[in-house]
């Protein structure tokens, strides 16, 4: 069975810095990907970012390249989401997601965490 658990949100200022953490478990396939999403209040979801879990490849959004990173920690069975330099408009529920890379690419991965609040705000 596949689980994901986020952790990591809170109240930070602009300009701080996040780290969000995803505890995976059932992963079956290293063609498996990880999606981070977020949806804002009065917003639609939007997928922010990915990793594939073959080759460590990464992709971000336009918005917050360069200042969002993913990693993995395989031995560990978490994922990452580095936040720097953010921004009030970057304030969402923010979720990780998991299936295989085509369905997190295409913004519907099957398997969803139950998110975890970010909130940028001085």
């Known amino acids: 069975q596949v689980q994901l658990v986020e952790s990591g949100g809170g109240l930070v200022q602009p300009g701080g810095s996040l780290r969000l953490s995803c505890i995976l478990s059932?992963?079956?396939?290293?063609?498996?990907?990880i999606g981070w999403f977020r949806q804002a209040p009065g917003k639609e979801r939007e997928g922010i970012s990915w990793l594939k879990f073959n080759d460590l490849s990464t992709h971000y959004i336009d918005s917050v390249q360069g200042r969002f990173t993913m990693s993995r920690d395989a031995a560990k069975g978490r994922v990452y989401l580095d936040m720097h330099s953010l921004k009030p408009e970057d304030t969402a529920v923010y979720y990780c997601?998991?299936?295989?890379?085509?369905?997190?690419?295409?913004?519907?991965?099957?398997?969803w965490g139950q998110g975890t609040q970010v909130t940028v705000s001085s």
């Open positions: 059932g992963i079956r396939s290293d063609f498996w990907a």
């Open positions: 997601a998991a299936d295989d890379f085509g369905a997190v690419a295409a913004g519907h991965p099957g398997y």
